[in-house]
T-cell receptor, first 114, second 114 residues
Framework: SQKIEQNSEALNIQEGKTATLTCNYT??????LQWYRQDPGRGPVFLLL?????KEKRKERLKVTFDTTLKQSLFHITASQPADSATYLC?????????????FGKGTHLIIQP | NAGVTQTPKFQVLKTGQSMTLQCAQD?????MSWYRQDPGMGLRLIHY???????DQGEVPNGYNVSRSTTEDFPLRLLSAAPSQTSVYFC?????????????FGSGTRLTVV
């Protein structure tokens, strides 16, 4: 069955450093991968999308890489700030263009220490 | 724009009761879906819809029904609530135009079945 793995333990990073979160998957050939941010008591918020034929995407302080050979995506937050503290979710989708929903990982809790 | 609106925010049901979780979006999105989020399990897809009149099952559909009579609304019905359905429920929507887009999530409904 499809399996998505994200760092199960909280990730503590010092303010100003780069936070790197990992998303690994097995038994899946996704057409694209998305990253979401979720704050306590709130719904997930879309951050970035990267397609299977793309190696890297950037948006302001965020960078996502996608290695279909390693079956892995890395999510980077540069110059991290305490406000970046949240749970980050990795989600995979097939070639249906998002019509049939996403498969989510369990998320990584990121804590940025001032 | 209100985005995706879910009601109610909180609900307590007794085992065997039925209820409908409401979801409405004002972005003219064709794609809509329902997820449940449980501790340690991540977000799991319940049902999804690619447009008015079209619905399909996701990963965990048992005990839930959906319908999509309009583009805006996608209610989720619990036919006979069970304690195993205690969870936080999220509704999400996305564009269907050419390409792939991130999903917009509602703020969730926290359901407790006693």
């Amino acid at each position: 069955s499809q399996k998505i793995e994200q760092n199960s333990e909280a990730l503590n990073i010092q303010e100003g450093k780069t936070a790197t979160l990992t998303c690994n998957y097995t038994n899946y050939s996704p057409a694209y991968l998305q990253w979401y941010r979720q704050d306590p008591g709130r719904g997930p918020v879309f951050l970035l999308l990267i397609r299977e034929n793309e190696k890297e995407k950037r948006k302001e302080r965020l960078k996502v890489t996608f290695d279909t050979t390693l079956k892995q995506s890395l999510f980077h937050i540069t110059a991290s700030q305490p406000a970046d503290s949240a749970t980050y979710l990795c989600a995979l989708g097939d070639s249906g263009g998002g019509a049939d929903g996403l498969t989510f990982g369990k998320g990584t809790h990121l804590i940025i220490q001032p | 724009n209100a985005g995706v609106t879910q009601t109610p925010k909180f609900q307590v049901l007794k085992t065997g009761q039925s209820m409908t979780l409401q979801c409405a979006q004002d972005m003219n999105h064709e794609y809509m879906s329902w997820y449940r989020q449980d501790p340690g399990m991540g977000l799991r897809l319940i049902h999804y819809s690619v447009g008015a009149g079209i619905t399909d099952q996701g990963e965990v559909p048992n005990g839930y029904n959906v319908s999509r009579s309009t583009t805006e609304d996608f209610p989720l019905r619990l036919l006979s609530a069970a304690p195993s359905q205690t969870s936080v429920y999220f509704c999400a929507s996305s564009y269907s135009q050419q390409g792939v887009y991130g999903y917009t999530f509602g703020s969730g409904t926290r359901l407790t079945v006693v």
